[in-house]
């Protein structure tokens, strides 16, 4: 396709959950066909007291503002005003060309992003049940894009897709095989988020970008993913988004046998244990005081020590694991809220690593935007912001040009 049959406007970038909406607008076309970042924001609080808050791309405060009056208690419902509010502010030659929605379930079927057209809604809906906590809310907001507003294109950008490389080997588990054909394996999530470092990692580090890389993407929701050649052979996550390392409130791996015993002497039903599993474990469990890493850091009590130990012990430990699924290590990455923003994790992981030849460099790991913080001598260790907004875009963009 030639510049000038290029799409040119502006694409909205969805993350919707069950109370909030994140977004991102950029500008796509023009003269250097790349897509650039005009404003986002969160749009929280949906069905107690919704607020909408955005920046520009430069931070600069666009609006924080009270949305109480237009809840009607749901995103379906509010999503139309959110969309009214976003095209209230873009210049006329700069109109709303399509969506790009954060998806967490493609399932067996979905290897790559799609244009949401045919029966893609009904497919993606009959993910519901391997996301029960996050594909309705994304399907949801796809639905009522197609609703209110038919004529603009949609993109689903899936979460588990960049996993679909895992081979068997690491994506199997030691179940009956009629469990694993009818699905029960290993799908692992922030695919975008991976996707993105390779990218990056393409783009700014050619020759790393070959090797054998794990990332850690320790965030609220966590986990690490080993990359061969910028494509994904083994992750933490693996049928649910509660596999791996410890989260916020979320445990990680762990014995099976645990729940077979709180259904037994607990009484608990499959709703009891997905609240405990989802809400209750990880740093709040333990700790007994935050799902927060930064309250976690602070706070002296022996709880929040014992959470930090743990979590960085298990970082530590998937970190070796996957060099032995990569059979070697030529770099680590460290990413979102807690890689990006965290050196004394970052410190106590790789302290635990130092046996395989990762070594910080102290005065970078604590320089706030340095990129490599290791030694000279020590495996690269790289800390990369990640953009998963970017790459939903970059998608879409392709989709809707194509
Ligand atoms: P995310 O889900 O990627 O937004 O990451 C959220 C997590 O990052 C929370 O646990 C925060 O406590 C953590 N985080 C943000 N800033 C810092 C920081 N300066 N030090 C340690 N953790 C941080």
Redesign the pocket.
Known sequence: MTESKKKKGALLVLNSGSSSVKFTIFKVGGDTGESTPLFGGQLDGIGTAAKLKVKTAQKELMADESWKHLDQGTVPAILPHLLEWIESKLPEDLPLIGAGHRVVHGGENFDKPVIVEGDIIEQLSNLEHLAPLHQPQNVAAIKTLATSRPELPQVACFDTAFHRTIPAVNNTFAIPKEYTDAGVRRYGFHGLSYEYIAHNLRENKPDLAKGRVVVAH????ASISALLDGKSVDTSMGFSALDGIPM?TRPGSMDPGVLIYLIREYDMNADDLEKLLYYKCG?LGISAIS?????I?ENEEPGAKLALDIFCNRVAKQIATFAVSLRGLDALVFT???GE??P??RDKVCAELKWMGIELDEGKNNTRGEEKISTESSIPVLVIPTDEEFMIAQHSVRLLNA
């Open positions: 320790l965030g609220s929701g916020g740093l799902n927060d890493m930064r309250d850091e979102a809220g807690i923003n965290g004394i994790i």
